[in-house]
């Protein structure tokens, strides 16, 4: 390959790698070039594309994005650039290792870290993105039910606490309708001065 096109092809794949949510990293060797595009096909429901590599080429381009990815770029390599969800795109290509024997996932890069093939099976192992929301959204609704739950019992107790005070309380005396008045002089009202 001519300098200009690997200058090219490394400045397409940093472009890639930094554009992308994860990296994952395969070995794809014994795939034909048809189990290569069913791949191809496969990877793309999950929003990633799969892409052959020349691994001096993906090495240069990572270390240009500040990526260190030599111990994965061993043998014939496949990159899967995810764009999506990357425990999607690990399920497909390990669904695919079920179909075709000889592919490999190697490991992978994601959010600041490289992964080892372990850790991008385990990746493949999780439930996806919508499972996981789904689920933290009903353990919050559930929480939020108990939290309503509780504040309708505190104010319960509190009511019969205060039923229950007032029950021991003294009765108030009833008021009084006929007061009565002050007394007046019988023979008629007198003013300051004594006078009548």
């Known amino acids: 390959m001519p300098r200009t096109e690997k200058l090219e092809r490394v400045a397409e794949l940093k472009r890639r790698i930094e554009g992308s949510a994860a990296l994952l990293l395969a070995e794809y060797r014994g795939l034909t070039v048809s189990d290569i595009t069913e791949l191809r096909r496969t990877l793309r429901e999950a929003d990633a594309g799969l892409t052959v590599v020349k691994n001096t080429l993906m090495q240069r381009a990572a270390a240009e994005a500040g990526l260190e990815l030599t111990e994965l770029l061993s043998g014939p390599s496949a990159v899967?650039?995810?764009?999506?969800?990357?425990?999607?795109?690990?399920?497909?290509?390990?669904?695919?290792?079920?179909?075709?024997?000889?592919?490999?996932?190697?490991?992978?890069?994601?959010?600041?870290?490289?992964?080892?093939?372990?850790?991008a099976n385990r990746l493949a192992d999780l439930e996806s993105r919508d499972v996981m929301l789904s689920k933290i959204a009903g353990l919050l609704k559930g929480e939020v039910a108990r939290a309503a739950a509780t504040f309708v019992a505190a104010q319960s107790r509190f009511l019969s606490l205060l039923e229950a005070y007032e029950a021991t309380l003294p009765a108030e005396p009833a008021p009084e309708a006929d007061a009565p008045e002050a007394e007046q002089p019988a023979n008629g009202s007198t003013n300051e001065d004594g006078k009548e």
């Not at 899967?80 to 996932?105: E, H, M």
């Not at 994601?110 to 992964?115: H, I, Y």
Request: no cysteine; proline share 2%; glycine share 10%.
């Open 80 to 119: 899967a650039f995810v764009d999506g969800d990357a425990v999607s795109a690990a399920k497909k290509i390990k669904a695919a290792t079920k179909q075709f024997p000889t592919l490999v996932l190697k490991g992978g890069y994601m959010e600041g870290q490289v992964l080892s093939a372990d850790d």
